[in-house]
Nanobody
């Protein structure tokens, strides 16, 4: 069974940084476009960044220039470096394939507050 395990969230002040990690099981990782999603309280889950197996990236307008997605295919891991964090980035962050096809992990909570 496919498993996605996110980690690295926490409480950070506005302007701060966090690096999220997502470990994915199995062969799915190397053949998929992977994405980071987030869900804020009372809002729908949204895609914030994606990366192809070859390293091509795309970002939501709200995070472009502040977030960087990367992946290590050998480690079956995808990362999200988040800089210049804002209170509106507060959400639970999840990873999945682009056009999510696998069971969601537990996510990792990111809270941006002073």
């Amino acid at each position: 069974q496919v498993q996605l395990v996110e980690s690295g969230g926490g409480l950070v002040q506005p302007g701060g940084s966090l690096r999220l990690s997502c470990a994915a099981s199995g062969r799915i990782f190397s053949i998929n476009v992977m994405g980071w999603y987030r869900q804020a309280p009372g809002k729908e889950r949204e895609l914030v960044a994606s990366i192809s197996s070859g390293g091509f990236t795309n970002y939501a307008v709200s995070v472009k220039g502040r977030f960087t997605i990367s992946r290590d295919n050998a480690k079956n891991t995808v990362y999200l470096q988040m800089n210049s964090l804002k209170p509106e980035d507060t959400a639970v962050y999840f990873c999945n394939s682009y056009g999510p096809r696998y069971p969601w992990g537990q996510g990792t909570q990111v809270t941006v507050s002073s």
